[in-house]
């Protein structure tokens, strides 16, 4: 890919990255080329898509946020294989910031997400209870600080536990922030934190706690549908369908 974007720039004469040590971003000029740029992807999709349509039902890049696999693919899966055979499916589970991310990139289709802040174009699906979770036999102990295990500063989840424990004066220590969810759930079942996750994810290994005392109530998180903006190929359309039909004809997500 790296050498792709250089014949790129070298051939356009101008650079489209400025490289860092630790991350790439766009130039001036990448950002002023970057709505031609992808004009130009949605145009070689609606291409793609011209050509298979008389030979296959359609693919689909489906984004869901990591904790939900197990609530949202078996449902969807059965449901799109008895219905939709045909349909080509490429999951990737993810952070919903990450997830987000694909989406403006247009490398995933549709994406289901929690995020601080509800995507105007979005579809909320549904808004989920918030539960604060440890491991078996794990007790808090009141003249302490709350040891937490939470992922980066822009996790909703993050985000409402810090608010509530904040608007309730508890002290609370940050025992470990990681972009990944299995490191989060690992620190947790060893009973070194608590951590906040939502109703239908917790494993077995954990159990949501309530202690008013000391933990304040999270409230509930919208669970969202992001959508690529652009054409929407006919398997994108199923699988939407199937996604919203889910939520918010049976309450949550079939497990």
């Not at 078996?74 to 993810?94: F, N, S, T, V």
């Not at 220590?173 to 990681?178: F, I, M």
């Amino acid at each position: 890919m790296s050498i792709r974007i250089q014949k790129l720039e070298d051939a356009l004469g101008i650079r489209l990255f400025e490289r860092g040590p630790h991350e790439v971003t766009l130039t001036a000029e990448g950002r002023d080329l970057l709505p031609d740029f992808r004009a130009f992807v949605d145009m070689q999709d609606r291409m793609y898509e011209r050509t298979q349509s008389s030979r296959e039902f359609g693919s689909v890049r489906l984004g869901v946020a990591e904790g939900y696999e197990a609530t949202l693919l078996p449902g969807l899966l059965k449901h799109m294989w008895q219905d939709h055979a045909a349909a080509e499916l490429e999951i990737r589970c993810q952070p919903s910031w990450r997830l987000q991310q694909m989406i403006e990139a247009r490398t995933l289709d549709l994406a289901v997400v929690t995020l601080l802040e509800e995507a105007p174009s979005a579809v909320t699906l549904c808004r989920t209870p918030l539960h604060w979770v440890a491991a078996s036999g794990f007790e808090l102990a009141p003249s302490m600080p709350v040891p937490i295990a939470w992922h980066r500063d822009n996790c909703l989840f993050r985000s409402a536990a810090a608010a509530a424990l904040q608007d309730r004066g508890v002290a609370y220590r940050e025992v470990l922030c990681s972009a990944d969810s299995r490191v989060v759930r690992a620190v947790v079942e060893a009973g070194a934190a608590v951590a906040v996750m939502a109703e239908g994810t917790v494993p077995e290994t954990l159990r949501a706690i309530s202690d008013p005392s000391i933990l304040p109530p999270l409230g509930s998180a919208p669970i969202q549908l992001l959508e690529r903006p652009g054409l929407q190929s006919e398997a994108s359309a199923a699988v939407k369908r199937k996604l919203v039909d889910a939520c918010r004809g049976a309450g949550p997500p079939a497990r």
